[in-house]
């Protein structure tokens, strides 16, 4: 795995190479990669991974390090070389401190030490493809890349944080900044850390700013915005042997599309399949390919393959995760490296950035029902619809009610309605003791926080950066670099390259949604370059037939019960409900309940890897 990890300011403990290795060896355990150390009396970093994604620069009192894929953009001068790129930051850094942020790009976690002033810095790249939690202790910050790594410094408190196991089972992850421990922190997107006289402080160098005001022209915006996705792949396909993830979606098919053109070779492709009705899109990736001339690869997902995979997938993720497509996202990028590939393209991020999930239509919808007046929506409409007698009871007056419900949420509260926490209730899930501990309103404060920072004026375009945050940097991203480095290859997003982010705030909102259309824009941009089939087809993606499963095959159910019994000990979740998920829930609505069956499978798992 590629990550960085250190401190400053701990100059009390012992054996600091020693502990520096521990915590070193922690992020490279899974593939054994390079480390780079360097420690001086007062600072100590290292660095995991090959030449391609780790620098470790030393220069007189200052040492800084440079993890994953940075490039620089500064005037004229553009660098991709890791080496060439850190002297530069540094150089430019001496000159306007922090700001030198501002001319980094690609996917990067840096940390610069300087052991003369005492002082350091610590950044993310800005959608959060990378990673860095810290905790400060008194007068010494320690970070690294995972909590597993921070662990391995004697100076770390590691105790479990009930607010961000809520949190895990309501977003099925936990959000940033928060973790499963108390005291440890994550660095937002986009965001940088600075440690100057002991203390901590954190801001933002870089948020996405959109631009509302443009004409809706599809013909203006489609030459740059085709110019800018040629740029993000033709600068990640520069590495090695490079293949794309292809599930027969408009993002995958586009980006596999295009790397055949900017190689000039049939681009090597890679699918998952599941023989389980409902899940299984293989045709659709099989068009693409076809289409593309790619030289495509399938692999079939099993039932079997699933209860072995599940102990890794466990191990790997340092935070609780639940996100069950990680399993065919780690078959996918296996399937790639014995292959020969070194380096995936993934197609993540264009949903976010050009509106394509269906709930964005859904909330079009509620939102019309704010344009009515208020003295008819609540003096005519809702007397009438919910006081009618036996109302109840006629189809067409219930989805009424439901409508209004949902619409007279304001947002992003709406954006919950079909929760799974949500439905069944906190207080049926959990127990009364954990409860007494946590803030149930917690989740929903951390989207509004989100959805109110945004800087953007419409609808779509707030529900975007909510779900940049969410969707991407809090979940689809770690589950895809986090499965990639299990199987062993590399991984990049072209439609998250900085020229790609930077034409999408400029695109107006009503060609992202334009009314209940999806994406829009991109559609009709791409539409002499994709095949019809995939531009109209609903989206899917690589989602595990999980409820299927759990009620068809015995070893995947017996590792979840098994799992799930252990749960109960932990006073976290009722004996009851796990009961019922088993002996009741399950047999009704095996697709919905084995969603929660996964998830607290998922938090056992995590508990006896990372926390026992």
């Not at 203006?220 to 996705?229: E, G, Y």
């Not at 296996?334 to 380096?343: C, M, P, V, Y």
């Not at 951390?446 to 779509?460: F, P, Q, R, V, W």
């Not at 999806?518 to 109209?536: G, H, M, Q, S, V």
Request: glycine residues 8%; contains cysteine; neutral net charge.
């Amino acid at each position: 795995m590629t990550g960085l990890c250190g401190w400053i300011g701990a100059s009390a403990v012992e054996g600091p190479d020693e502990v520096l290795q521990r915590m070193g060896d922690t992020l490279a355990r899974f593939d054994g990669t390079r480390l780079t150390t360097r420690v001086t009396p007062s600072t100590a970093l290292a660095v995991a991974g090959d030449n391609r994604t780790s620098t470790l620069l030393a220069d007189g009192p200052i040492t800084l390090a440079v993890s994953g894929h940075a490039g620089w953009q500064h005037n004229a001068v553009r660098l991709i070389d890791p080496p060439a790129v850190c002297r530069a930051f540094l150089d430019e850094y001496r000159r306007v401190g922090a700001e030198a942020l501002k001319s980094l790009t690609g996917d990067f976690a840096l940390a610069l030490l300087d052991a003369e002033t005492g002082q350091a810095l610590l950044a993310i790249d800005r959608i959060g493809i990378r990673n860095l939690i810290w905790q400060h202790s008194g007068n010494s910050l320690i970070f690294a890349s995972t909590a597993d790594a921070l662990a391995a410094h004697p100076g770390v408190r590691r105790e479990i944080d009930h607010q961000g196991i809520y949190n895990y089972v309501y977003f099925h992850m936990i959000p940033g900044p928060g973790t499963a421990f108390r005291h440890q922190t994550r660095l937002p997107p986009g965001s940088a850390l600075h440690f100057r006289s002991g203390q901590v402080s954190t801001a933002p160098y870089w948020a996405m700013r959109f631009d509302e005001d443009g004409p809706e022209s599809v013909a203006r915006f489609k030459s740059p915005f085709l110019a800018a996705l040629r740029d993000g792949v033709a600068t990640a396909a520069d590495f090695g042997q490079c293949g794309a993830f292809l599930s027969g979606g408009t993002d995958s098919s586009t980006v596999a599309g295009l790397l055949g053109a900017a190689t000039g070779k049939p681009a090597l492709t890679y699918s998952i399949g599941f023989d389980a009705e409902g899940f299984d899109e293989m045709e659709y990736a099989r068009l693409a390919s076809r289409h593309f001339k790619t030289d495509h690869h399938e692999y079939y997902v099993t039932p079997d393959d699933v209860v072995r995979a599940i102990p890794m997938i466990a191990d790997v993720y340092d935070q609780p995760f639940g996100n069950a497509s990680a399993i065919p996202t780690y078959f996918c990028a296996r399937l790639a490296k014995q292959d020969g590939i070194t380096r995936l393209l993934g197609g993540d991020g264009g949903d976010e950035l050009f509106g394509g999930n269906a709930r964005y239509a859904k909330q079009y919808q509620l939102s019309l029902y704010e344009n009515i007046p208020a003295a008819l929506r609540r003096g005519l409409l809702e007397a009438a619809i919910f006081k009618l007698p036996g109302g109840g009871r006629l189809s067409l007056i219930r989805k009424a009610r439901s409508y209004i419900e949902q619409a007279s949420l304001p947002m992003p509260a709406r954006y919950e309605t079909y929760n799974l926490l949500e439905r069944l209730g906190a207080a049926n899930v959990f127990t009364a003791d954990f409860l007494a501990g946590i803030d149930p309103a917690h989740p929903h404060a951390l989207m509004k926080e989100t959805y109110d920072a945004a800087h953007a004026g419409s609808l779509i375009n707030r529900m975007l950066a909510l779900d940049i945050k969410f969707t991407l940097a809090d979940n689809d991203l770690p589950k895809v670099t986090r499965m990639c480095e299990l199987a062993g290859v590399d991984i990049a997003f072209p439609l998250l390259s900085e020229p790609v982010i930077d034409f999408s705030a400029t695109l107006p909102p009503r060609l992202k949604l334009k009314g209940t259309k999806l994406r829009y824009f991109f559609k009709e941009a791409l539409r002499d370059f994709l095949p019809n089939e995939i531009i109209t087809k609903q989206k899917h993606g690589f989602g595990l037939p999980v409820g299927t499963w759990l009620q068809s095959h015995v070893p995947l159910r017996e590792l979840a019960g098994d799992s799930l019994q252990r749960l109960k000990t932990r006073n976290v979740i009722r004996a009851d409900f796990i009961d019922s998920l088993f002996s009741d829930r399950m047999k009704s609505h095996a697709r919905y309940y084995g969603t929660m069956v996964w998830i607290l499978m998922m938090l056992e798992l995590w508990f006896e890897k990372h926390a026992s």
